[in-house]
């Protein structure tokens, strides 16, 4: 922004500045770049076999500003909040409209902290009166700037920027544009400072005291609209007054305190002050409920069969099934399975995979083979839930000696139409080259046991007396590697999403670890990016540490 500025201004010229403006400029993205690249890299490898790959603009523009949740930058619970526990009386609700542009409500908490903006009124004051009041130097049309390209792109599906935006490279993968508020925070907060530093300054004139009598009946005007219930009506309205009538206290108190040092009748030290901690009290209301919440979160994930529901390491692993989709039953919290210690079959993650869900017929199946002791179970005739211990699910690791080979696209249509003995069989879709014997043949007392089981790192010993196939009840993910007796060996996606690995007779000690190339690819490269950085600052400061750099400059 400052090259283009003092090109337009004709403050560079020659070649040499314009060189040093360009690497000036592009220098700390590079750098940037290179120290992000530990992360990228790794997370650039598991987007390829994530649904985020194929992000629709659907699923890219949830979390989108509404228009009318403009006015949340004054009274922010104005359409609910969320305290963490479900039970606020007023629980959010944002009336908008679809894809379609039929009218619809948002009741997901997940909106009420994805579109969160609020910075305090004190700081959209003194922000408003700087843009109003200051000239339009190049650092405030930047402020200027990000403000707007924050706001229109953060609007979303209810704005072309992001259409736009959406059309390119890198961007497209983007989602939750609201998150683009952050710009407009930036822009208000900076020049909520300079604003202050207007009012200290300037002297008094009719002009100035317009400007700044502008900027608060903006923002009363805001707060008398939420307070006329356009916004909620019916039940939702005494909230909605209650929380319109604090603003409007702090509004004018803020105001006040602006007004006392335009005219230079209170010590600018002590109005600071003051605005501080009118700042300081107006965040904890409004987000005080959100992020001081009543709750106990270490009661609400402490479970009092969490024992029972725990594997032991490495020999008694399953998996527990909490969540019946048909009926909206989650048994337990979403991230309890984590937190416990319960390896739950249902979780969550931003970049799930393409394979997720087994294609089989019914949850009892999928449960069956995904290595599932205990699942939640709806008793419909009693109208309660329990947890079911099972007996027939597969183990964690087990050998076949029977192998079916599929097309890609086919075997999903197969797993849900065809009965499979899991047990016996393994379903692949690559050719391998392994001798399997007859069915009669196989070596019924094969076993199977694991030696060691942690999140990166997998031994077993696996005794059979004629060839096999090493089945795992484990997603199948490439960056997996395994070594049989300390030798490489290839991994192969079995009964969709899992693992097999081709075994000769014998006893053998199989190890699979996770080996990702791009982490280790994106680790050389932040090492290097940081080592070069620190050499050019100590090369950088020794050149330059009797020279005096104007920060203005």
């Known amino acids: 922004w400052i090259f283009i500025s003092d090109i337009k201004s004709k403050t560079v010229s020659d070649t040499k500045p314009i060189v040093k403006y360009i690497v000036a400029g592009i220098l700390p993205f590079v750098i940037a770049f290179g120290i992000f690249q530990v992360q990228y890299q790794h997370t650039l490898e598991l987007t390829q076999h994530s649904l985020r790959s194929e992000m629709t603009y659907e699923k890219a523009s949830e979390g989108s500003l509404d228009i009318k949740q403009i006015f949340t930058a004054v009274v922010p619970k104005m359409f609910g909040y969320d305290q963490g526990d479900r039970k606020v009386p007023y629980f959010f609700e944002l009336p908008t409209t679809d894809a379609h542009g039929k009218p ?83 822009a208000f907060s900076v020049m909520a400072g300079f604003g202050f530093d207007r009012l200290v300054s300037v002297e008094k004139n009719k002009n100035e005291l317009i400007k700044l009598s502008t ?96 594997p032991t390491y490495p020999d008694g692993l399953f998996r527990v099934s909490t969540r019946i989709k048909d009926y909206g039953i989650i048994a337990m919290q979403r991230n309890a399975g984590m937190l416990s210690g319960v390896m739950m079959v249902e979780g969550y993650n931003p970049l799930i995979l393409k394979r997720y869900e087994l294609p ?17 179970t709806l008793d419909t005739a009693k109208r309660m839930t329990y947890y079911r211990e099972r007996t027939d699910q597969v183990p964690r690791a087990w050998l076949v000696g029977s192998m079916q080979r599929l097309d890609s696209n086919n075997i999903a249509d197969y797993m849900q139409t065809t009965d499979v003995d899991y047990m016996q069989t393994v379903l692949v879709e690559d050719k391998i080259n392994i001798n399997l014997p007859n069915e009669h043949d196989f070596d019924t007392s094969s076993a199977v046991e694991f030696i060691e089981y ?91 540490q009797d020279v005096l750099i104007d920060p203005v400059d």
């Open 360 to 376: 089989l017929k019914t949850r009892e199946d999928r449960n069956m083979l995904w290595n599932t002791k205990y699942e939640i």
């Open 454 to 544: 942690a999140n990166n790192r997998m031994r077993l010993k696996t005794t059979s007396k004629t060839n096999a196939m090493l089945v795992l009840s484990e997603v199948y993910y490439p960056a997996w590697k395994a070594y049989i007796d300390g030798n490489s060996a290839e991994i192969y996606r079995a009964n969709y999403n899992f693992r097999a690995i081709p075994i000769k007779a014998g006893e053998h000690i199989v190890e699979l670890k996770y080996e990702s190339a791009a982490f280790v690819k994106g680790s050389y490269i932040s090492t290097a990016t940081l080592l070069l950085s620190i050499l050019g600052l100590i090369f950088l400061r020794r050149r330059y």
């Open 104 to 186: 619809t409500v948002l009741k997901s908490t997940y909106f009420y902290w994805e579109t969160g903006f609020y910075f305090g009124i004190a700081a959209l004051l003194l922000g408003l009166y700087g843009f109003i009041a200051l000239p339009k130097t190049r650092i405030i049309t930047f402020l200027i700037a990000i403000s707007i390209l924050g706001f229109t792109y953060a609007l979303g599906s209810h704005s072309v920027v992001f259409d736009i935006m959406q059309s390119l490279p890198l961007f497209n993968n983007l989602r939750s544009p609201a998150r683009m508020m952050f710009f407009v925070i930036t």
């Open 215 to 310: 900027a608060g009946g903006i923002i009363i005007l805001m707060i008398l609209m939420v307070f006329s219930g356009i916004f909620a009506a019916g039940k939702y309205q005494t909230f909605v007054s209650g929380f319109a009538s604090n603003a409007l206290i702090i509004a004018i108190l803020a105001l006040s305190l602006a007004m006392a040092v335009y005219s230079k009748k209170v010590n600018i030290f002590l109005a600071g002050g003051l605005l501080i901690i009118l700042v300081i009290i107006d965040l904890r209301i409004a987000t005080g409920s959100f992020y001081e919440s009543p709750v106990d979160f270490s009661q609400i994930y402490r479970r009092q069969d969490e024992k029972v529901f725990k």
